[in-house]
């Protein structure tokens, strides 16, 4: 069988569902109820490595996707990051900005985020707020249903 990390083993769907039903802020990343996955960086790639087949595909994305503002890979905006723990949870594609749990008709959407995600607040300091623009936007994979 194929290597799978710790972090992947012990996620489910079931679990991801049951973080969603206690905070889902329509197509926002979550403040409080997600998977925490890998703890870096280096541990996704370390796993993606030994042939981990969701952190992979995280790396995969990271390496293949580039920022709006310079065009760097997003890979190489996360190494300038202060932290790059992995956090996992489970969105819908069909619900709009601040749209509730009553209004999903189907989780589609797997959210990954890496390294800080926390809004600022009104009062931000110019150092919150370049920490704030530097954020890493949550990378999305739409689960789709490949036996139609
Ligand atoms: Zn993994």
Redesign the pocket.
């Known amino acids: 069988m194929a290597f799978?990390?710790p972090?992947?083993a012990n996620l489910s769907i079931e679990l991801l569902v049951d973080l969603a039903k206690t905070e889902l802020s329509g197509l926002f990343f979550p403040q409080k109820a997600f998977y925490r996955?890998?703890p870096s960086l280096g541990a996704?790639e370390e796993?993606?490595t030994k042939g981990?087949?969701?952190?992979s595909l995280v790396v995969e994305y990271l390496k293949s996707s580039r920022d709006h503002v310079n065009q760097w890979p997003y890979y190489t905006d996360a190494t300038q990051l202060p932290s790059t723990d992995v956090k996992i949870a489970l969105n819908s594609s069909h619900i709009r900005i601040n749209e509730q749990l009553e209004k999903v008709q189907v989780f589609d959407t797997l959210m990954v985020h890496i390294g800080p995600w926390e809004d600022i607040g009104e009062e931000a300091t110019e150092e919150e707020l370049d920490a704030f623009y530097a954020r890493l936007p949550t990378l999305e994979f739409n689960i789709v249903n490949l036996l139609g």
């Open positions: 799978e990390c972090y992947c996955h890998q996704l796993a993606a981990c087949s969701l952190c």
